[in-house]
């Protein structure tokens, strides 16, 4: 499966953003997706995953009650809704999938990867 994300940018702080990442493929469905971030100088964390089907997300801390993951199959993306933004959510922000089980996405690196999209918080 191959990934493309888009729709970073610059947002003042506590404002919003929506990214997407459109995937190719018939198996889209058949995916866990996931969204990660790196920010300058730190490692590449977990931010939202969902399972194939939307009936399972998980949220890192750090973002709960401010981001929303979902995805529509039919259009073969997934979508992460992110408000309150921090100057601290600043990071290139990734989209990956991987056809295992979202705790399987939860603990270890997934197997596909899009390119990043930037996202900058300014204070």
């Known amino acids: 499966v191959q990934l493309q994300a888009f729709g970073g940018g610059l947002v003042q702080a506590g404002g919003s953003l929506r990214l997407s990442c459109a995937a190719s493929?018939?198996?889209?469905?058949?995916?866990?997706m996931g969204w990660f971030r790196q920010a300058p100088g730190k490692e590449r964390e977990l931010v939202a995953a969902?399972?194939?089907?939307?009936?399972?997300?998980y949220y890192a801390d750090s973002v709960k009650g401010r981001f929303t993951i979902s995805r529509d199959n039919a259009k073969n993306t997934v979508y992460l809704q992110m408000n309150s933004l921090k100057p601290e959510d600043t990071a290139v922000y990734y989209c990956?999938?991987?056809?295992?089980?979202?705790?399987?996405?939860?603990?270890?690196?997934?197997?596909?990867w899009g390119q990043g999209t930037l996202v900058t918080v300014s204070s």
């Open positions: 990956a999938a991987d056809p295992r089980g979202i705790v399987v996405v939860t603990t270890t690196r997934p197997l596909y």
């Open positions: 493929g018939r198996t889209f469905s058949r995916y866990t």
């Open positions: 969902i399972s194939w089907n939307g009936g399972s997300t």
